[in-house]
């Protein structure tokens, strides 16, 4: 009934606010921007009118603009970095519809880095901690055996943080690697590597926009705390069939794209499979020739326009690991998600979309033992609807709204024998159901010339659903009372309201100031005890004892651009306060636990830091310097005397150096280079002797520094020469080019030499790894 | 387990290296050690009470002499230990007795430490059984050992096995709960990168202990198997194992039943 009430309130709120905006003698052009080449629509595009200086749109996820004039006749411009302008007169007497189609500038200048609608974006848009990618630079940039991923390159930037060497895990701003909202193509990915984290689920062949916001984020997205990562597929080529592919060092991948019906629709395919296993089959020893280590991904996408105002989408992604050794332990794990979008112009004011989603994480475990398997097997399940409007008043005004309704359903994990006379009885953890529902509102709006507010709303409700058996627990976190609840009760609602707002005020031309206040909410969990993520980490929803967690965060920022757009410079500050924050307490059974919230103890948390960033954007040298200074802790009850301790993904320091050149037409050199304290971590401190064996001593939680880390990667791209119908590239490599031995883990043991000492063993990974791959494209 | 890294690392077609590193590790202050445990065997029993050292000192058994060491059984027979090395205390009265409660108090330096514990009933252990396994490499076979029992299924039961291979004790930890298997007669090998080959001489000690124990080795294993850790060690953030004992003593307190089985492969 609460939740109702909220409802309406909200709704009569946007009801005004449209009413207020409703004019008369004013007229309104829309459309769609496209990329000329391949028909892809274009996200953050701009379209200016030369007579109104102020007055413009900027295109949506789905290449919509609006802009709304008095009647008249004008000069428009439509703009976008690395692409012509495109220069039309229009006598705008009525609500008119005109596409827009951007051709890519065919010089050196096309490999730009960072997108953006208008060279000075940064600078103008009242938008904070935000980080768009640019695909074809992330295509340029060294990688760990060459296999090109955006979450690695997300890393280089202010304010991210690598979960290790190699892995595509990461932090932002203090959060843990669960209070990342990783969304593709809108549907939620609960696990988003591959191969112990090495790899990421994301196919960069697949993908054509990556936005971060680091918890900034604007209200339609919700549910983690840290940041949202919005990664969108590409839509396919709509004027003509073409097919990419690439051959590397440890995987393969191709991709096909074409028109469905010319200019209707179009297709997008897109496969990858790493081989490494397959030498395994070449060995002669059985164990390794019956070992499996191998992950592949699929991602699909159709599009179709069956009006001028109606366009649906299908997307999906199917990846799977699978690790085996011999018939003895197996385990495989992977994501699937699907959406369908219905895009639809209810008027040149007002655009609708309409999704449904699924995504789906699970794992399996099998253990095989004298003939019979064992299988473990647990499960994170989505059913989700989203309705989002965009209302586009005026030229001072652009709306959002919208709801979203998630059925989450949490199989933590199921034990199965294959064979019923094992020693091992089939067992089951209860499936855990839960109801997530939201609503949300913000406004876009330009107060002044020099004022630009972007506020937001979102309300959220989290209902914990019965079948089950919930428990209520003591002080002391022992089970005093089990009460049952039938299908379809409601066990507890969390309600929450999420104010986001974010202001820009422009000092003049080249600089502004601004400032975000977000308060984000997450309803699930990732308990972990690994300082990355496994494919085993359990996924846990609120329940009657578990609360949901909330993070505020408050940052300002100072922009300003140097040499026409040429360099831009930015510094923000941010401090952010999180409450609910789980973690396990010592000596927790993990494991297959029905009545986990006994394992965990919950309490506040708090991060702050310095982001500084300088990036030259054009010429033949590109490239960035981003600088981070930050601190993250925690205070949970029961740990470290519940005193303040720093968090497992605290680095004091984490400076990034990133850059391209253009030798010539034909060839790019590319380098990167990291350094970043070492990560807070649990040393002993001394040894005791018990059962015949040392024991290590421990005294503070994460009281100890890994050793810093840094490495540099080189890499260099050159073009074969172009035929008609195809081209290609080589691209070169080189990751950790002067062989620093990074610490990935330290370990103690006996010294092996000396009975009578105990060491520290440290052991590092990748050194001077070569890469290199061949890319090709046939049209 | 060494060959699923094995595999893991020849795949990732890594240079991983190793070296030795000092680290500039806190020297804290001795804290207080105690192992107790008494069990079905024919006494005496013993209490071990030391102090820890600093990480870089020599290994050595740090005894405290001088300790007032009281094991009680079902608080009728009251035992106070005789020190017969330093920081080695024995029984003399008490003679363990599945069903009875102990309780052991250790006073040094004016602190008190406490537990109790109580000896579950024995479960039979029946049998060894030699599990072969493929050579790797064109080796010769090797073996695991399944220790043969059937757990009763009326109650809840925690094990604990220790491997001594020829007179050296195994390092690993090895227990088991009823929690997949209850009523079911044991046939999972005890998982170690330890091998057994033909010639050794085995002897497997099965040990039933309450739950309060197996919470410390489960603990004490997840700190041991990859301490300090790097993103994929079994716990990255360790802690000392959760002891039975109060006042922040480190250790455990344990009534168990012990039988003890010896197998010579061939």
């Given at each position: 009934m609460f939740n109702l009430k909220k409802q309406l309130l909200f709704a009569s709120l946007i009801l005004t606010a449209f009413q207020s905006y409703s004019q008369t003698n004013k007229v309104t052009l829309s459309g769609t921007m496209k990329d000329a080449r391949n028909g892809e629509t274009m996200m953050a595009a701009a379209v200016r009118v030369m007579e109104l200086e102020g007055i413009g749109g900027i295109s949506n996820e789905y290449g919509f603009y609006s802009v709304t004039v008095p009647k008249g006749k004008y000069h428009f411009i439509a703009s976008y970095t690395g692409y012509v302008n495109d220069t039309f007169e229009l006598d705008l007497q009525a609500?008119?519809?005109?596409?827009?189609?951007?051709?890519?500038?065919?010089?050196?200048?096309?490999?730009?880095?960072?997108?953006?609608?208008?060279?000075?974006?940064?600078?103008?848009?009242?938008?904070?901690?935000?980080?768009?990618?640019?695909?074809?630079?992330?295509?340029?940039?060294?990688?760990?055996?060459?296999?090109?991923?955006?979450?690695?390159?997300?890393?280089?930037?202010?304010?991210?943080?690598?979960?290790?060497?190699?892995?595509?895990?990461?932090?932002?701003?203090?959060?843990?690697?669960?209070?990342?909202?990783?969304?593709?193509?809108?549907?939620?990915?609960?696990?988003?590597?591959?191969?112990l984290g090495f790899f990421s689920t994301f196919n960069s062949d697949a993908i054509k926009d990556v936005t971060m916001y680091k918890g900034t984020q604007p209200a339609q997205y919700g549910g983690r705390l840290a940041s949202a990562l919005d990664i969108r597929m590409k839509d396919g080529n709509k004027s003509a069939y073409e097919a990419n592919g690439s051959i590397g060092l440890i995987s393969s991948k191709l991709s096909v794209e074409g028109p469905i019906a010319k200019d209707k629709g179009s297709f997008f395919i897109s496969g990858r499979r790493t081989y490494v296993d397959q030498f395994l089959h070449l060995s002669s020893d059985t164990l390794l020739k019956d070992s499996k280590l191998y992950f592949y991904d699929l991602n699909a996408k159709a599009n179709y326009k069956f009006s001028k105002k109606d366009v649906v989408y299908l997307s999906g992604y199917f990846g799977r690991d699978a690790l085996g050794v011999g018939s003895q332990f197996g385990i495989n794990w992977g994501n699937a998600t699907g959406t369908v979008r219905w895009n639809h112009v209810l008027n040149d004011k007002l655009f609708s979309n309409t999704s449904f989603i699924y995504s789906n994480y699970d794992y399996k475990i099998s253990i095989g033992n004298s003939g019979t398997t064992t299988d473990i097997t647990s499960r994170i399940r989505d059913y989700n609807f989203k309705e989002e409007m965009m209302y586009y008043p005026n030229s001072v005004h652009q709306f959002r709204f919208g709801v979203n309704s998630i059925y989450h359903e949490l199989l933590p994990g199921e034990v199965s024998s294959s064979d019923p006379s094992s020693s091992i009885n089939s067992s089951k953890l209860q499936t855990r159901g839960s109801w997530e529902n939201a609503l949300y509102v913000s406004d876009e709006w330009k107060v002044n010339k020099k004022l630009n507010v972007n506020m937001g709303l979102r309300g959220s409700a989290f209902s914990v659903l019965g079948n089950g058996d919930f428990y209520t627990l003591n002080s002391n976190?022992?089970?005093?009372?089990?009460?049952?609840?039938?299908?379809?009760?409601?066990?507890?609602?969390?309600?929450?309201?999420?104010?986001?707002?974010?202001?820009?005020?422009?000092?003049?031309?080249?600089?502004?100031?601004?400032?975000?206040?977000?308060?984000?909410?997450?309803?699930?969990?990732?308990?972990?005890?690994?300082?990355?993520?496994?494919?085993?980490?359990?996924?846990?929803?609120?329940?009657?004892?578990?609360?949901?967690?909330?993070?505020?965060?408050?940052?300002?920022?100072?922009?300003?651009?140097?040499?026409?757009?040429?360099?831009?410079?930015?510094?923000?500050?941010?401090?952010?306060?999180?409450?609910?924050?789980?973690?396990?307490?010592?000596?927790?059974?993990?494991?297959?636990?029905?009545?986990i919230e006994t394992e965990l103890r919950s309490g506040i948390g708090r991060a702050y830091g310095l982001e500084l960033y300088a990036k030259k954007k054009f010429g033949r040298f590109?490239?960035?310097?981003?600088?981070?200074?930050?601190?993250?802790?925690?205070?949970?009850?029961?740990?470290?005397?519940?005193?303040?301790?720093?968090?497992?993904?605290?680095?004091?320091?984490?400076?990034?150096?990133?850059?391209?050149?253009?030798?010539?037409?034909?060839?790019?050199?590319?380098?990167?280079?990291?350094?970043?304290?070492?990560?807070?971590?649990?040393?002993?401190?001394?040894?005791?002797?018990?059962?015949?064996?040392?024991?290590?001593?421990?005294?503070?939680?994460?009281?100890?520094?890994?050793?810093?880390?840094?490495?540099?990667?080189?890499?260099?791209?050159?073009?074969?020469?172009?035929?008609?119908?195809?081209?290609?590239?080589?691209?070169?490599?080189?990751?950790?080019?002067?062989?620093?031995?990074?610490?990935?883990?330290?370990?103690?043991?006996?010294?092996?030499?000396?009975?009578?000492?105990?060491?520290?063993?440290?052991?590092?990974?990748?050194?001077?790894?070569?890469?290199?791959?061949?890319?090709?494209?046939?049209? | 387990m060494k060959k699923y890294l094995l595999v893991i690392a020849s795949i990732t077609l890594l240079a991983s290296c190793q070296k030795v590193v000092t680290l500039n590790l806190k020297n804290e202050d001795a804290q207080m050690v105690i192992e107790g445990e008494i069990n079905n065997q024919p006494p005496p029993y013993t209490i071990k009470v030391s102090k820890s050292v600093g990480f870089y000192d020599d290994n050595a058994f740090n005894g405290v002499s001088g300790a007032t060491v009281i094991v009680s059984d079902n608080n009728t027979v009251v035992d106070t230990l005789k020190m017969t090395t330093a920081g080695i205390y024995q029984t003399t009265k008490i003679t363990g007795t599945p069903g009875h409660t102990y309780t052991m108090k250790v006073v040094n330096d004016g602190i008190t430490y406490k537990a109790q514990s109580i000896m579950p009933f024995e479960v039979t252990f029946d049998s060894i059984k030699l599990l072969p396994q493929p050579g790797f490499g064109g080796q010769k076979p090797t073996f695991q050992l399944i220790p043969v029992y059937s757990d009763p299924a009326n109650s809840t039961n925690y094990y604990r096995f220790t491997i001594n291979k020829n007179g050296e004790q195994v390092q690993n930890t090895f227990i088991d709960s009823d929690e997949f298997s209850n009523g079911k007669t044991n046939d999972i090998p005890l998982f170690t990168a330890e091998e057994f080959?033909?010639?050794?001489?085995?002897?497997?000690?099965?040990?039933?202990?309450?739950?309060?124990?197996?919470?410390?080795?489960?603990?004490?294993?997840?700190?041991?198997?990859?301490?300090?850790?790097?993103?994929?060690?079994?716990?990255?953030?360790?802690?000392?194992?959760?002891?039975?004992?109060?006042?922040?003593?480190?250790?455990y307190f344990s009534a168990n039943t012990k039988a003890t089985k010896t197998i010579k492969i061939r």
């Open positions: 609500n008119s519809q005109h596409n827009i189609n951007l051709r890519a500038r065919n010089t050196q200048l096309k490999t730009v880095s960072i997108r953006s609608n208008r060279n000075d974006d940064n600078v103008k848009k009242a938008e904070t901690g935000v980080e768009k990618l640019d695909m074809k630079e992330v295509s340029k940039l060294p990688v760990l055996f060459g296999e090109k991923d955006v979450l690695k390159t997300i890393q280089l930037l202010p304010g991210v943080k690598s979960a290790g060497e190699g892995n595509s895990g990461f932090f932002v701003r203090g959060g843990g690697a669960d209070q990342n909202l990783i969304l593709l193509d809108e549907a939620p990915v609960y696990n988003a590597s591959h191969l976190y022992k089970i005093i009372d089990t009460i049952h609840y039938n299908a379809g009760s409601i066990v507890k609602t969390y309600f929450n309201i999420e104010p986001r707002l974010t202001a820009s005020y422009q000092l003049n031309e080249k600089s502004s100031f601004k400032i975000a206040y977000n308060r984000n909410t997450q309803n699930l969990h990732l308990v972990s005890n690994s300082t990355s993520t496994n494919p085993t980490d359990r996924w846990i929803g609120d329940n009657n004892n578990v609360k949901p967690e909330i993070a505020d965060q408050a940052s300002m920022g100072y922009f300003r651009n140097f040499k026409n757009n040429t360099y831009e410079l930015s510094a923000e500050v941010y401090y952010k306060y999180m409450q609910n924050q789980i973690d396990y307490k010592n000596g927790a059974n993990t494991l297959f636990n029905d009545a590109t490239g960035w310097l981003s600088y981070t200074l930050s601190r993250t802790e925690r205070k949970i009850d029961g740990i470290n005397n519940n005193e303040w301790y720093v968090a497992k993904q605290d680095k004091t320091h984490d400076i990034s150096l990133v850059g391209t050149y253009d030798v010539s037409k034909r060839v790019n050199v590319a380098a990167t280079w990291v350094y970043s304290t070492g990560n807070a971590i649990t040393f002993p401190s001394g040894k005791y002797f018990v059962d015949n064996q040392y024991v290590w001593l421990y005294t503070d939680r994460n009281g100890y520094r890994m050793p810093a880390y840094h490495r540099l990667d080189l890499g260099v791209t050159i073009k074969m020469k172009e035929h008609k119908h195809y081209n290609s590239e080589w691209v070169f490599g080189v990751y950790n080019g002067y062989g620093r031995e990074n610490a990935y883990t330290i370990t103690f043991q006996q010294d092996p030499d000396n009975a009578a000492k105990t060491q520290a063993l440290q052991t590092s990974l990748f050194r001077w790894v070569p890469s290199i791959s061949w890319n090709f494209k046939i049209k | 080959k033909p010639g050794d001489l085995i002897e497997l000690n099965m040990l039933c202990i309450e739950y309060n124990v197996y919470l410390y080795y489960f603990s004490l294993q997840q700190n041991t198997s990859s301490a300090g850790g790097g993103p994929n060690s079994a716990a990255a953030t360790p802690a000392n194992p959760v002891s039975n004992i109060s006042n922040k003593a480190l250790g």
